[in-house]
């Protein structure tokens, strides 16, 4: 498990610890480990140019201290000092070290745009806002330079407690961060500008609190995924129902079905009209299904869990399949035009068995009338109101998918590739969290493990290419092999 903290976190923690050490011994360590990230990334250190830029804080300590021992390795290191102050004891070491100072104005950008190496010691957690002038334009040169950057902390710009990015920010190729993860390194935006991500261990474990944040390992993920047993039928492994698709979008429901067939579900049982059952038919020969003269669930045949909604239209046909869908008493899924008609009737969610949500951004955005964007922009305040709103689980489809239940740290997945952003991947997501479901796994555990198993089968079917949604439902069972196999 990937946990990870808030800024509020990490400072409380480290109260604690620097109590218990000599002073300067926290930044000692986090330089150490900093400088040797960079040496790594140079590969050879000796005449190398490394320009540090850095801020008024300790951020810009850690990037002095860490320069000065890559000055005494024989690199080239120039510092842009950008604060107002600077950290005295450190600009002492990187001096007497035999590092330069650069300005922050034209020979700053100069000092940026020769280097081999540039390492963002503007802000860390100490960060408030949207980047200053002139940590906004260095900021920019960074980007602009050809030169990799390695991030101290956190990307400056990405607010270390969210991944929220206001204005500019540093796109790192690499980000070494100081004693335990920060949230913002887990969620997009901030996920997307931090590159790879080192931890370089300070101590500060024992003294850390319960995670803000968690992201499931591909052994977390096995170790959660239900496996046949020998004495396993069909009927036992769990049976999904899909309630989807509608005369106009049949492929909502081939889609969510397969979902559900490829993710070990023992069995799928399909209800819908005409069109989309021939669909269904024609793709799955393996599922049951009950084609609907009128809205209603009788002798469609029992199931433990159903995933209602993709495709499904939002007229009168749609609303009452919803609320006799919703009115069982075994989970359900509620997805796309699902989730349209519970924003406009909230008190269909009000039901005993659980239920999982699964919005992307604007669907979000119909529930709790927030706005889309400002919903991407901090997607994991709106997951968690969400969920302690509406009472369910929820997961927020998008390029980080986070997964929100009331009083658990939140579950952040970036297995995918962007190019699952195409049309229908959502329903493929839709039926594998399903069978999930219907497996006997919490929505929490069963939307979290989905969206790992789905971005990792978008990957395999991506590889760099263009896939399409039926293509990530085909690769479903070789992402499953690829985690078993890695975890036997
Ligand atoms: N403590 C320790 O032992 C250890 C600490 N560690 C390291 O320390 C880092 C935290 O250091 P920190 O608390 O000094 O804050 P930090 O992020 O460097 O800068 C804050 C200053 O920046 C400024 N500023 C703020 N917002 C701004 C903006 N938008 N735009 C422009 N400027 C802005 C503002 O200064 P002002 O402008 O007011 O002068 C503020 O005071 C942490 O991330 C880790 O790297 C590790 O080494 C482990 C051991
Ligand atoms: N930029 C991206 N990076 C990674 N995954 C993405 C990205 N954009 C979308 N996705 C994923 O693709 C799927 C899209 O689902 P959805 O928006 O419901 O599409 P549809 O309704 O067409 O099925 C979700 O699983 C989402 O997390
Ligand atoms: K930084």
Redesign the pocket.
């Known amino acids: 498990m990937r946990t990870a903290y808030t ?1 509020d976190q ?2 409380a923690a ?1 109260h604690e610890l ?1 109590a218990r050490l000599p002073e ?4 000692q ?3 150490s480990g900093l400088a040797a990230a960079c040496a790594a990334m140079l590969g050879k250190v000796y005449g190398s140019r490394v320009t540090l830029l850095v ?8 990037a002095l201290y860490a320069g000065a021992l890559l000055a005494r390795r024989g690199a080239r290191v120039e510092a842009v000092l ?4 600077t ?1 005295e004891a450190g600009l002492e070491a990187f001096l007497l070290a035999g590092g330069r100072t650069a300005g922050d104005g034209a020979a700053g950008a100069e000092a940026v745009e020769r280097a081999d190496l540039i390492v963002d ?12 002038e002139p ?2 334009g260095l900021a920019r040169a960074a980007n602009a330079a050809a030169a990799p950057t390695v991030a ?3 990307p ?2 990405v607010d ?1 407690s969210s991944g929220r990015v206001e204005g500019a920010a540093v796109e790192a190729a690499l980000t070494v961060t ?2 335990a993860r920060k949230t913002g390194l887990l969620v997009d935006p901030g996920a997307a500008l931090a590159g790879e991500v080192e931890l370089v261990d ?1 101590g500060l474990g024992p003294y850390l609190p319960d995670p803000d944040v968690v992201g499931l390992t591909g052994a977390d993920v096995a170790a959660l995924l239900p496996r046949p047993a020998a004495e396993s039928d069909k009927y036992r492994r769990g049976v999904v129902g899909v309630v989807a698709g509608s005369d106009q979008y049949t492929g909502a429901a081939v889609l969510a079905v397969g979902g559900a067939l490829l993710a070990g579900a023992g069995m799928v049982r399909y209800a819908g009209p005409g069109e989309p059952v021939a669909q269904v038919r024609a793709h799955w020969p393996e599922a049951v299904v009950t084609e609907l003269e009128r809205p209603s669930l009788d002798g469609v045949g029992r199931v433990q869990a159903w995933v209602v909604g993709p495709g499904l239209g939002t007229g009168d046909w749609a609303r009452e399949m919803l609320a006799q869908v919703l009115a069982s008493d075994v989970p359900v899924l509620v997805d796309a035009d699902g989730l349209t008609l519970v924003a406009r009737e909230r008190d269909l969610l009000g039901r005993e068995a659980p239920v999982l949500v699964t919005p992307h951004a604007g669907e979000l955005s119909r529930l709790t009338g927030a706005g889309r964007e400002e919903i991407e922009a901090d997607r994991l305040r709106h997951a968690r109101d969400a969920a302690a709103d509406l009472g369910v689980t929820v997961l927020l489809k998008g390029s980080t998918t986070v997964v929100a239940e009331p009083d658990r740290p939140v579950r952040v997945n970036g297995t995918g590739t962007a190019w699952l952003a195409t049309g229908g991947t959502g329903d493929v997501l839709s039926g594998v969290a399903g069978a999930l479901l219907a497996q006997g796994l919490g929505c929490y555990d069963a939307g979290s493990c989905a969206a790992y198993l789905h971005g990792l089968a978008g990957r395999i079917a991506s590889s760099g290419a263009p896939l399409h949604a039926a293509g990530v439902a085909a690769a479903v069972p070789a992402a499953i092999r690829e985690l078993t196999s890695r975890s036997s």
């Open positions: 800024a990490i400072r480290e620097m300067g011994t926290l930044m360590r986090a330089a801020g008024s804080g300790d951020n810009g300590g850690d950008a604060g107002g102050r950290h010691g503007l802000v860390g957690i100490g960060a408030s806002g949207p980047l200053r940590y906004w101290v902390d956190v400056s710009g270390a100081m004693g300070i």
